[in-house]
């Protein structure tokens, strides 16, 4: 299949390529497009038209174009792009021409043009051969964009569900990336300013002083690396200009909300060293109030950055960029579904009861900070060097109540810390005329720890296991009342001692009884039955018996283990455009990995307890003991990931194929089945063939775009609940596919006016068989957290009031179908179709040299009630815990800029 369609692709383009190619002199026009202000503008549309033939090319990340064998002769040169108001003039082509200068202005009747840089250039969004949602500064800040959760509403096919800063989950095209473990790797990748912060717990940034937000949908791995399974998303922050220049906000709203935002641009040097600082800050109290104190799922964030640019020369530009972030919020509320609190019900959105020891003993503490510097030496008029350096630190403590009621029987924490380093050499060039590209190489490293310190009552855990222990061992108890009423019947035991006996037989009990814990404060007392039973029962039931002596259960214990994760990846990567006609042009790239992975694990405990009999860890609870040693294991991994697209544009749209493989690195995993056995994963790859066109219509006022794709995967990588060990166990799910279609309008209908849509569609499944035609586990089943429909819709109205004061008006819409939050698909664990609706307004004035903003803001405006995630550890004892959405927020801002 793979092979049919690259001889299909590659048929195509040289059909094309031959219609496409003409003769003719080889004189050559050539020049440079900027706006009014002097900006080089990339990706304009130049058009030659002459008598007998016309030309066509857009202009390069240097704002310059060049039309080679041009016949002499008269000719009306029309340069266009979205947002300017078209340049055409008359111009009569002979030997010897100069270069030519063309001034683009603005033209605020259309759509602003969207520049990228996803393939390491600027570019035109119509000239990338890729399925791209880019969010533009502008809009992160009309619509309050502040947080990865909302940002996810707007664009189609992403879905970002945030348990809390430390708990997120990433969705592209409904594969999903949030595992913990240090030792596993994501499928999507977050990058900030060209690094990655893809480990989970250390990728909930701010989204504050933006540039813009592009997320590249589909195998990413040959542009961003060995994490770019199924797509990236790319932060671009603003940079420092040579201009002193400031915004400030501030604003108030329900839950005490408060909101402090601000930058200032500052020139030092000459216009040789410039300076950015800026800083967001976000405090609101939880949606969720805590019997046992405080609230739960509020918001504590202070996120300072500061980038500082060196430009000695027209040639360098050197930037040294420092991003931190504190997250301080409330505890989550993992909210039990099977037990209410007093007075309440299991609502995950209503009041909650988690015992954790006090007000404070549900908590997030998480740090994240990073260094990088990019460097960018022009070397040529075809060479260019980049180099980027980057380290990165993020230590996270999450303290949380698993069970999600007042008994506080599964009280985890769980801290992360993680050091990580990459440098990246990368020569950018091009001919100017047909081919473009890069080459490079790189090298990361992580050291990564993760701990998981479980606090517990050994009197209410063990009545957690009761129901466990009473369907787990059904058979064995029901043949243990049977013997039991034997002995009697037999005159072993008098009918006191068999009544007394037959109730001491293990059966369910309630955790919660009346609001209240309900503890067992013994075992059951059964082992002095033992030495009568070897006739009734197995030697395994007899074992189990034995330990039901009546003893009495403690009331503390506590145990902790601990994964480690050390990786070394060493890539080479090399990606070119070529055009084989003016409007024709096919892109190939490869990306070579070599990884050696390091995987460790280690627990230890207060003590040995007897019920690490029933949970099959003695002498734990719920890890395999090394008493605090670690056991480790490694492996290396090799590996590529390439693609093949070809693009044809037109006017100013384009149409696109590509064909592309991507892969989830492979983990080495141990302490899963034993203290020291290691499970091998075999790297996760996918194959992606995709299709669309993207462009501009009804006079460059309305942009669209359109994607086709279908993904096919081996070695998927899952957990799968071990029901013997009580514990998810990272598996091969073996072979998933989906079928998707993505869409989007944008239509800008007056003066700084405008109304967008998205929609997405995602069929995303497991396969009925595996690679070798066994049966699997999830056959059929859909992609957790994947809705099939989802869409979105908005507008951002402008309404003039007098000179120097506008009113704006923008509402907006997103809505998504079913999920399931696991991969069984079960009703219980799943949350049915909902939509949001989001209000900004305001006025904006001017006065003298100041801008200002006075607004008002709501988040899910009319309070919709939904589930963001279900399951969780709690499934793992049968009392599955649900987390609430956010709730109504609203308030108002004021925003002043100079």
Not at 443 to 468: A, D, H, I, K
Not at 530 to 541: G, R
Request: charged share 20%; hydrophobic share 35%; glycine share 10%.
């Amino acid at each position: 299949m793979r092979k049919f369609v690259l001889v299909i692709v590659i048929c195509f383009l040289g059909i094309l390529s031959i219609s496409g190619q003409t003769s003719g002199s080889k004189i050559l026009v050539k020049g440079f497009v900027q706006s009014e202000t002097g900006e080089n503008l990339v990706g304009v549309h130049i058009s030659l038209k002459g008598d007998s033939k016309t030309y066509d090319v857009l202009t390069d990340a240097q704002g310059e174009f060049s039309v080679e064998n041009v016949l002499p002769g008269n000719y009306t040169l029309k340069a266009s792009c979205l947002g300017c108001v078209e340049n055409t003039q008359k111009i009569v082509v002979v030997g010897g021409m100069e270069s030519l200068k063309i001034s683009m202005k603005r033209n605020e009747n259309q759509l602003s043009e969207v520049t990228v840089t996803t393939q390491k250039r600027s570019q035109n969004l119509i000239e990338v051969p890729i399925t791209i949602s880019a969010i533009s500064s502008s809009m992160l800040k009309n619509f309050q964009i502040n947080d990865l959760d909302v940002l996810s509403q707007y664009v189609p096919g992403l879905e970002v569900q945030i348990q809390s800063p430390n708990n997120p989950s990433f969705v592209i095209r409904g594969v999903t990336s949030d595992d913990g473990d240090s030792r596993v790797q994501q499928r999507v990748s977050v990058f900030q300013d060209g690094v990655s912060i893809s480990k989970a717990r250390g990728s909930v940034v701010e989204l504050f002083d933006m540039e813009r937000v592009e997320v590249a949908k589909g195998p990413q791995g040959t542009l961003f690396g060995r994490s770019a399974e199924n797509g990236a998303i790319h932060l671009i922050q603003n940079k420092p200009v040579n201009l002193l220049t400031g915004e400030f906000s501030v604003g108030y709203g329900n839950y005490n909300e408060n909101i402090a935002n601000g930058m200032i641009n500052t020139p030092l040097v000459n216009g040789k060293l410039l300076n950015r600082f800026s800083f967001a800050y976000n405090q609101r109290d939880g949606f969720i109030k805590n019997l046992s104190g405080g609230t739960l799922n509020g918001k504590n964030t202070i996120a300072l950055r500061n980038i500082l640019r060196y430009l000695p020369d027209s040639k360098t530009t050197l930037d040294v960029i420092l991003n931190y972030q504190h997250d301080s919020p409330p505890g989550t509320s993992f909210k039990s579904g099977t037990y209410a609190p007093a007075g309440g019900d299991v609502d995950p959105n209503t009041f909650a009861d988690l015992g954790g020891g006090g007000k404070d003993s549900l908590y997030i503490h998480r740090d994240v900070a990073g260094i990088s510097v990019p460097l960018t030496r022009t070397l040529s008029d075809y060479w260019t060097f980049n180099s980027l350096t980057a380290f990165r630190h993020f230590n996270t403590d999450e303290a949380f109540n698993a069970d999600g009621t007042k008994a506080r029987v599964l009280y985890f924490h769980e801290k992360e810390n993680n050091n990580q380093f990459s440098q990246e050499f990368r020569f950018n060039f091009t001919d100017k005329k047909k081919l473009s590209g890069f080459l490079g190489a790189s090298f990361f490293y992580e050291n990564t720890r993760q701990e998981v310190p479980l606090q517990t009552n050994p009197q209410l855990f063990y009545t957690l296991l009761t129901p466990v222990v009473a369907s787990t061992y059904a058979t064995e108890m029901a043949a243990l009342s049977t013997a039991i009423s034997a002995l009697g019947s037999a005159g072993y035991l008098t009918s006191t001692e068999t009544a007394y006996f037959l109730s001491e037989v293990p059966t369910a009990k309630a955790l919660i009884v009346d609001g209240k814990a309900n503890p067992t404060t013994n075992l059951p007392y059964l082992s002095p039955l033992v030495p009568y039973l070897s006739s009734y029962l197995s030697s395994s039931s007899l074992a189990l018996l034995s330990l039901f002596d009546g003893s009495e259960l403690p009331t503390s214990y506590s145990e902790t283990y601990a994964n480690y994760n050390k990786t070394s990846a060493s890539e080479i990567f090399a990606d070119a455009t070529y055009k084989l006609t003016h409007r024709l042009s096919l892109t190939m790239g490869l990306r070579g990995t070599y990884e050696h992975q390091v995987g460790e694990y280690s627990s230890w405990s207060s003590g040995s307890t007897v019920l690490g009999y029933l949970t099959g860890y003695y002498p734990n609870l719920l890890s395999y003991t090394t008493d605090g040693e670690r056991t480790s294991a490694s492996k290396d991994y090799f590996s590529y990931v390439g693609r093949l697209a070809a693009n044809y544009i037109f006017d100013n749209n384009s149409v696109y194929a590509s064909v592309s493989r991507g892969r989830r690195p492979g983990v080495v995993d141990i302490g899963t089945n034993g203290a020291d056995s290691a499970n091998f994963l075999k790297p996760e790859i996918i194959w992606s063939y995709e299709a669309g066109v993207k462009g501009a219509l009804l006079g460059n006022s309305l942009s669209y775009d359109l994607a086709v794709y279908y993904y096919d995967w081996s070695h998927f990588q899952s957990s799968e609940l071990n029901t013997s060990t009580l514990k998810f166990v990272a598996t091969d799910a073996g072979k998933a596919h989906s079928f998707g279609i993505e869409t989007g309008l944008q239509y800008r209908f007056a003066q700084g006016s405008s109304l967008f849509a998205n929609y997405g569609f995602i069929d995303g499944k497991f396969n009925d068989t595996g690679e070798n035609g066994q049966s699997q586990e999830y056959a059929g089943n859909t992609f957790r957290l994947t809705p099939k429909h989802s869409f979105s819709a908005g507008a951002n109205v402008i309404v003039p009031v007098k000179k120097e004061v506008i009113a704006y008006f923008r509402p907006s819409y997103s809505y998504k179908s079913k999920v399931y939050f696991e991969d069984e698909n079960t009703d219980e664990l799943s949350q049915k179709g909902y939509g949001l609706a989001n209000l900004n307004a305001g006025v904006t004035f001017v006065s003298g040299k100041w801008f200002y903003d006075l607004g008002i803001y709501s988040k899910n405006l009319f309070d919709e009630k939904y589930t963001i995630d279900g399951g969780n550890t709690g499934s793992l004892f049968g009392i599955p815990t649900f987390v609430g959405g956010t709730r109504r927020t609203y308030g108002v801002v004021l925003k002043m800029k100079f």
